[in-house]
């Protein structure tokens, strides 16, 4: 490179990359931070509490689910604050002890990260704490995992009609939070997903077999009110009923903020067994 394009590059402002929330203290929110989540299916697994503990030790944090159209079917749902997490720490520890006979099943995998909108009043809640005590809350033992992908009309939308679908789509689903129904994670996997999807819905709640049922199909249903013909792609959907928790606290599964004393989330446990089902 010359030291004339040197000198022209040198002009270019870096791109803003930050998540960016509401005014908080009459300033606005920024944070580099975001929970990344995966979830991997696998099977050929005779002891989901083993695979468990054995992450759980590893230090991993997440929850590990029994697969109910498999009897030897589980999945494992994994977070962290670093996606170097996923390669460094939880690659090895699935490929030894009780994981190292498992047989992955790819077609189930996701991965995404948090993200937020630009109007959240509490930035770091919603891309760290919120999502993370989502998943580990053992009062909301029900969950239902899918993806979705938008359609090229969607983007096509002006910035203010998109965010008027959005809002309307926050509505409905704060509606069924305010009644216990169902609380959602939401990950972008733009470039993440091997089958181009835009984002992974988590949806946790605590009912029974027939309220898994009823908010699997009529929460993603109602979440896209005026967005009709702008989803290209909704599910498949992975559908989670209870069979078993444990609650565990591990230093090493403390993410930064934990370790600088604010116990604010270190209440949630460490991990959470569950039961899981996946459906096409």
């Known amino acids: 490179m010359s030291d004339q394009e040197a000198r022209g590059r040198g002009k270019l402002e870096a791109p803003d990359l930050s998540e960016k929330g509401g005014l908080k203290a009459g300033r606005p929110q920024r944070s580099d931070e975001r929970l990344f989540l995966q979830v991997l299916a696998f099977g050929g697994c005779a002891d989901a509490r083993a695979v468990g503990t054995h992450l759980e030790r590893g230090g991993a944090t997440g929850a590990v689910y029994a697969d109910l159209n498999d009897p030897r079917g589980i999945a494992v749902v994994t977070m962290s604050l670093a996606p170097d997490f996923f390669v460094d720490t939880l690659r090895p520890l699935l490929t030894s002890g009780p994981c190292a006979s498992l047989t992955a099943k790819p077609d189930y995998t996701m991965f995404g990260r948090t993200y937020s909108l630009g109007y959240e009043p509490e930035l770091r809640e919603t891309l760290i704490e919120r999502p993370r005590r989502t998943v580990l809350n053992p009062a909301w033992p029900w969950a239902v995992w899918y993806p979705l992908r938008r359609s090229g009309r969607f983007v096509q939308l002006s910035e203010q009609e998109q965010r008027a679908i959005l809002a309307e789509h926050g509505a409905v689903g704060m509606t069924f939070g305010a009644a216990d129904y169902a609380h959602d994670i939401r990950l972008a996997c733009h470039g993440l997903d091997r089958d181009d999807n835009d984002f992974i819905i988590g949806l946790t ?23 009709q013909g702008r989803v290209a792609k909704l599910g498949r959907f992975y559908s989670v009923a209870l069979a078993f928790r444990r609650q565990v606290r591990s230093p090493s599964c403390r993410f930064p903020r934990e370790r600088s004393g604010d116990t604010s989330i270190s209440r949630s446990p460490s991990w959470r067994w569950a039961a899981f089902t996946s459906g096409r």
């Open 205 to 227: 709640h605590p009912g029974d077999a027939e309220d898994a049922a009823d908010v699997s199909v009529s929460r993603p249903a109602r979440s896209f009110p005026g967005g």
